[in-house]
Nanobody
């Protein structure tokens, strides 16, 4: 079992920066991929970024590339999403996800473990 707990979401002004965290408990994450998704009311979860836990190789959605950075701290068993130059369109609940490494990293259905989400609100 893998348990995920997000934190760090808050209200931030447009152009600002924010880092959200996902703390992992449970089994070892060797061979796993960690992903960040976001969701707004009435819409499907949208892929943001993913990282191979073992290889530290990131992968980004086009909307996130250049502004967002995913990283992980193995010792702390924590995954981070650093978000810069935030825009009101980035307002969403941000979810952390995990599963065995696969070739469909941007597909929400590829992840079997999810956190409860953290709200990020960007004001204009």
């Amino acid at each position: 079992q893998v348990h995920l707990a997000e934190s760090g979401g808050r209200l931030v002004q447009a152009g600002g920066s924010l880092r959200v965290s996902c703390t992992v408990s449970g089994r070892t994450l060797s061979g796993y991929v960690m992903g960040w998704f976001r969701q707004t009311p009435g819409k499907e979860r949208q892929f943001v970024a993913a990282i191979n836990w073992s290889a530290d190789s990131p992968f980004y959605a086009d909307s996130a590339a250049g502004r967002f950075t995913i990283s992980r701290d193995i010792a702390k068993k924590t995954v981070y999403l650093q978000m810069n130059n935030l825009k009101p369109a980035d307002t969403a609940v941000y979810y952390c996800a995990a599963d065995i490494l696969n070739d469909r990293l941007s597909y929400a259905g590829s992840y079997g473990y999810w956190g409860q989400g953290t709200q990020v609100t960007v004001s204009s």
